[in-house]
T-cell receptor
Framework: DAGVIQSPRHEVTEMGQEVTLRCKPI?????LFWYRQTMMRGLELLIY????????DSGMPEDRFSAKMPNASFSTLKIQPSEPRDSAVYFC??????????????FGPGTRLTVT | AQTVTQSQPEMSVQEAETVTLSCTYD???????LFWYKQPPSRQMILVIR??????QNATENRFSVNFQKAAKSFSLKISDSQLGDAAMYFC???????????FGKGMKLTVNP
């Protein structure tokens, strides 16, 4: 089975540009999570969805960040406008909230974002 | 709010030896789950093992086992017969029941020496 798919794997952009990161969760999973990883702050949860509905976006740093999940197989994280401090690795993860495997999150390979 | 603490930023172990990675957590909930994730240089986050707080028996997955001390809020990971491929960052994480939010520790870098 395919795991969580993220694209692009690497993104280099200039300050002020719009950046869109994409995620396809594992088929059948009903929860999706966006994380940001930096050396200074470690792994931070930005937002998560359950059944395509945003449940908790308290980790979204500012209004420049937005996330959508239009259907069960696709989500985007958008940064507009981007700033150098947004440089990080962004992970998408998915899980199936039920039964004995509840709360196990499976991560994608991440997108390394560099904003110059 | 729950917190997860990994006090040792780095450890090293000789190949074939055993190493224990420490983790402490704090939560006010009685229903929670604990996890260890591995992040090799490829940066892929890989689930290693999970423990449900209501279970007294320590979880085991092949060479990986945990020592779950609920009263002490301690959740250590033991790696037996260490292999070169075990070299990675290891993250401890906690999820409160009903929340799905994972709170991660800062991570610990494990080096395996041949």
């Amino acid at each position: 089975d395919a795991g969580v798919i993220q694209s692009p794997r690497h993104e280099v952009t200039e300050m002020g540009q719009e950046v869109t990161l994409r995620c396809k969760p594992i088929s059948g999973h009903n929860s999706l999570f966006w994380y940001r990883q930096t050396m200074m702050r470690g792994l931070e949860l930005l937002i998560y969805f359950n059944n395509n509905v945003p449940i908790d976006d308290s980790g979204m740093p500012e209004d420049r960040f937005s996330a959508k999940m239009p259907n069960a197989s696709f989500s985007t994280l958008k940064i507009q406008p981007s700033e150098p401090r947004d440089s990080a690795v962004y992970f998408c993860a998915s899980s199936f909230l039920a039964g004995t495997s509840a709360y196990e999150q499976y991560f994608g390979p991440g997108t390394r974002l560099t904003v110059t | 709010a729950q917190t997860v603490t990994q006090s040792q930023p780095e450890m090293s172990v000789q190949e074939a030896e055993t190493v224990t990675l420490s983790c402490t957590y704090d939560t006010s909930e009685s229903d929670y789950y604990l996890f260890w994730y591995k992040q090799p240089p490829s940066r892929q986050m890989i689930l290693v093992i999970r423990q449900e707080a209501y279970k007294q028996q320590n979880a085991t997955e092949n060479r990986f086992s945990v020592n779950f001390q609920k009263a002490a809020k301690s959740f250590s990971l033991k790696i037996s017969d260490s292999q070169l491929g075990d070299a990675a960052m290891y993250f401890c994480a906690c999820a409160q029941g009903g929340s799905e939010k994972l709170v991660f520790g800062k991570g610990m870098k494990l080096t395996v020496n041949p």
